[in-house]
């Protein structure tokens, strides 16, 4: 019976591993672009646990080197101090200097990493806007791009780099003690493997299960908070704030207590290395001792190789913690992905069919709703607007007016029915034909918290300030620009919050 749950416990750790997998390819594909700095960075810090190996081994030998040599004047006058000096100078030297670069190296790699990502994550939520983001909160998809990419910084900092340096670490030691020993570097690599590989895997299962549940209560903290913030008059106004405290306090407290499963886990982790250390280092030296007792070893190289096993353990003590949290990685992963493998609701051709040579617009028996199990907001709708027609189509709240212009725009497609612009089906435009051809100004229309002329800027780039000043003329909005103290270069405010409901209007309309 044991067998066969244990058995099972195998199977279900592959299967979580195999999915692990599977939500982090896609990122790693994406660290392609940095591989020199990612490699340059595994080589610097490889070399400073080396160094730091080299340090502690050979001064370990030349302090038992020296104190054999003085037993008697003899020895000790032909003992050479000095070669054994330079080698303490040059490892402590290149352990600090390799430890340093080490660290702006893969620093600046996973800055590098997450810019590419962030903008690999944008692209691809892009053309999902509005029709399949609207099912999301605004702050959870903030949440997304920022705290849910920045957790992916683990994959290299914590886990891939750390990996591959205890690897070659691990080579390199048992190689290096295998010359003085078959018996030390044998028990030397199995308490290595235990350290480096069993101790993370256990890690790791055991804070899969919080780690996820650290992604998701944190999301659900930052979207208390940034909603509470942005709402904060109406809970005043309503008397619901203290609802709204309450709430955060309640998840900040589910929170704590995750964290403080995750910091006892982690102590356990770092408990067990620091034993597996000592042990590794007593049972080397106690081959050894029979070694030297047989005079297969001198007891200055018995002291090269104790310390040579106790300092390479430096390389895996941050393992345990790095797949501690591969849970919290792969639920940010998983998060970030649930939007990029969601598919477009319109698809756009990548070249246009014929041009346009009137710019008439016509609906042709038009159904449209917003969900399937939703009632339908348009229902065989015919409508005809001719070129340079200024038409204005009238409602009761919910008829469906915006929902018109948010077909014509091609947020989203007809249900049934076809929507023709000179002619021509919408469905055969390209995007930036479409978006050239036809604008709206909706109710909603977003400001970013910036100056009017960076506002401005983001329809046309390269526009000067006569084209800019063209543009609000037009819209009716030169001369009360014109009335402000620093003019183009105020600020608008949050969402556009220091104007008033026609001015930002106006302004998006510019």
Known sequence: ???????????????????????????????RPHCRWMGLGILLGWL?????????????????????????LGTAYLFNFFFPSIGVRLFAFTRTLARYAERIVTHDATFRMLATLRLWFYRKIEPLAPARLMQYRSTDILNRIVADIETLDNLYVRVLSPSVT????????????????IWIAGTALLFLLISGIALPLAAAGAGADMGRQLTISTAKIRILAVEGIQGLSELMVFGAWKKQVNTLEKESDALIHIQGQMSHIRGLSLAGATLLTGMATLACLYIGVHQVGRGMLDGANLA?????????????????????????????????????????????????GAPIERYNIHFKNVNFHYGNSDPWVLEGVDLRIEQGQRVAILGETGAGKSTLFNLLVRFWNPVKGSIHVGGHDLKTFAESDLRRTIGVVSQQAHLFHTTLRKNLLLARPEADETALKSALEKAQLLDWVETLPQGLDSWIGEGGSGLSGGQARRLSLA
């Open 166 to 181: 205890a690897s070659l670490t691990i080579i390199a030691v048992v190689l290096f003690l295998a010359v003085f020993d």
């Open 48 to 72: 400073a646990v080396m160094a730091s190996v080299g340090l502690l081994a050979l001064s370990g030998w030349f302090i038992s080197a020296a104190a054999f040599a003085g037993l008697s």
């Open 304 to 352: 090269l190789v104790g310390f040579a096993v106790l300092a390479s353990f430096e390389a895996l003590s941050p393992l345990p913690a790095a797949y501690q949290y591969l849970g919290q990685t792969k639920e940010a992963a998983g998060r970030l992905l649930e939007l990029v493998d969601a598919p477009p609701v319109v698809l756009f051709p990548d070249v246009s």
């Open 1 to 31: 019976m044991l067998d066969v749950h244990l058995f099972k416990i195998i199977i279900v750790k592959i299967q979580y591993n195999e999915k692990m997998l599977k939500n982090l390819i896609p990122f790693i594909r994406q660290f």
